[in-house]
Structure formats: C-alpha cells, structure tokens
C-alpha cells in the first residue's frame, strides 16, 4: 500500500525528520524507520554587484565616470553623455556610449519570471548643476553666492529597458540592456526612490 506524505513549510530550510512503523500483530521489536528529509526554497537572482555590473569602482567623480558601478555612492553611473540625441528606432543599432547591460542571474532553484520597471516610467529628477561647478567641485568665479540650482522632474522618460521581463532556469544567466537618453544639460539623479528599477519575480 502506498504511503502519501505532503510537505508544506512556512519558511525557508531543510527538514528532516524519522517515521517509525511497527507491524500489528508483530513482535514490538519489529519496526522499521523511514528518513524523509524535504527543503524549500524562494526564486532568487543574484544581487552581488560583483555578478550583475560590468565596471566596478569602489569611489569616482560622477563625471569621470563611465557606465560604472560605484560602490560608494551604489549607484550605476553612465557618466557623461551627449545631450539630445535621439534613441534609435526598434530594430537599430543602439548607440554603445548610452547604453550597458546588466547580468541577470537566476541563483535559485527554480525556473523563475522577472518583471522589469522603473518607479516613475524612466522619467528622473534633473538639475541644471553648472558642469564647472561639478567638476571642480566649487562655483564658477563670481558665482559664489549663487542660489543652489532646483530640482526639476523631467516630463519625458530618460532612461530606458530593452525587455520588460525575461524568464530563466536555475543557473542562467541573460542580459539586461539599460540606456540613458536626457534631453538637456545637467546632471541627471538617478538615486531618488522614483527612479529606481524595480524588479518582480514570479515562479
């Protein structure tokens, strides 16, 4: 006769556990055991910066960066890019500077679906920051007691994904593409909760 045992857990681990059957009308020295050992798990991709960014630095002036992850400030930093150029149709060749990928890794032991979206649809908070200003780290001459420039939200999205989700077996790895297209000078912030990249995962 077959036994049926299900398994259900409210946290992640490893169980084991002995089942002890004795036959009726059998000696009480005759049992036997049976060890059954089970284990959950929840989906999972690689969140090591070490895994998911091409260039790392562990500290770098934003304006020397390029498409770097920097440790210090955890954030990824296109760094310099030309103002107003056009993103390229679907379909062509994207240009390299504005773009980088990202390695999505599925570390855990189930095939897994992960949803990609920015917060605020890519949109990001600008700021007219005089260029002198944030290269040399003081005011331009004769503006030292210039008032600190204001935050604006751009209405048009800046940033963009090449896929809104990709699915993965355990151990797989695929590219996210990432790309930066802002439509005036500035510095772009991209460490505000509104432009962080969300990430959903579904089994």
């Given at each position: 006769?077959?036994?049926?045992?299900?398994?259900?857990?409210?946290?992640v681990?490893?169980?084991?556990?002995?089942?002890?059957?004795?036959?009726?009308?059998?000696?009480?020295?005759?049992?036997?055991?049976?060890?059954?050992?089970a284990?959950?798990?929840?989906?999972?991709?690689?969140?090591?910066?070490?895994?998911?960014?091409?260039?790392?630095?562990?500290?770098?002036h934003?304006?020397?960066?390029?498409?770097?992850?920097?440790?210090?400030?955890?954030?990824?930093?296109?760094?310099?890019?030309?103002?107003?150029?056009?993103?390229?149709?679907?379909?062509?060749?994207?240009?390299?500077?504005?773009?980088?990928?990202?390695?999505?890794s599925?570390?855990?032991?189930?095939?897994?679906?992960?949803?990609?979206?920015?917060?605020?649809?890519?949109?990001?908070?600008?700021?007219?920051?005089?260029?002198?200003?944030?290269?040399?780290?003081?005011?331009?001459?004769?503006?030292?007691?210039?008032?600190?420039?204001?935050?604006?939200?751009?209405?048009?999205?800046?940033?963009?994904?090449?896929?809104?989700?990709?699915?993965l077996?355990p151990?797989?790895?695929?590219?996210?593409?990432?790309?930066a297209?802002?439509?005036?000078?500035?510095?772009?912030?991209?460490?505000?909760?509104?432009?962080?990249?969300?990430?959903?995962?579904?089994?």
């Amino acid at each position: 006769m077959p036994l049926l045992l299900r398994y259900s857990a409210n946290a992640v681990g490893a169980t084991d556990q002995r089942f002890t059957f004795e036959m009726v009308g059998v000696a009480a020295d005759r049992q036997t055991a049976l060890e059954v050992s089970a284990s959950s798990a929840l989906p999972s991709i690689s969140k090591d910066y070490r895994n998911v960014f091409h260039q790392k630095a562990k500290s770098r002036h934003p304006l020397k960066s390029s498409k770097t992850f920097v440790v210090s400030r955890n954030t990824f930093e296109f760094g310099p890019l030309l103002v107003g150029r056009a993103r390229p149709a679907d379909g062509a060749a994207a240009h390299k500077e504005n773009t980088d990928s990202l390695h999505i890794s599925n570390n855990g032991p189930f095939p897994l679906t992960v949803h990609f979206s920015f917060l605020n649809d890519g949109t990001a908070m600008h700021s007219d920051i005089p260029l002198v200003t944030a290269v040399n780290g003081a005011p331009p001459v004769g503006e030292a007691d210039a008032s600190p420039p204001v935050e604006r939200t751009a209405t048009q999205p800046v940033f963009f994904l090449s896929t809104a989700s990709m699915e993965l077996l355990p151990g797989e790895t695929q590219d996210l593409v990432v790309s930066a297209y802002p439509d005036c000078n500035g510095i772009y912030l991209v460490n505000s909760a509104s432009k962080e990249l969300s990430l959903c995962i579904c089994v």
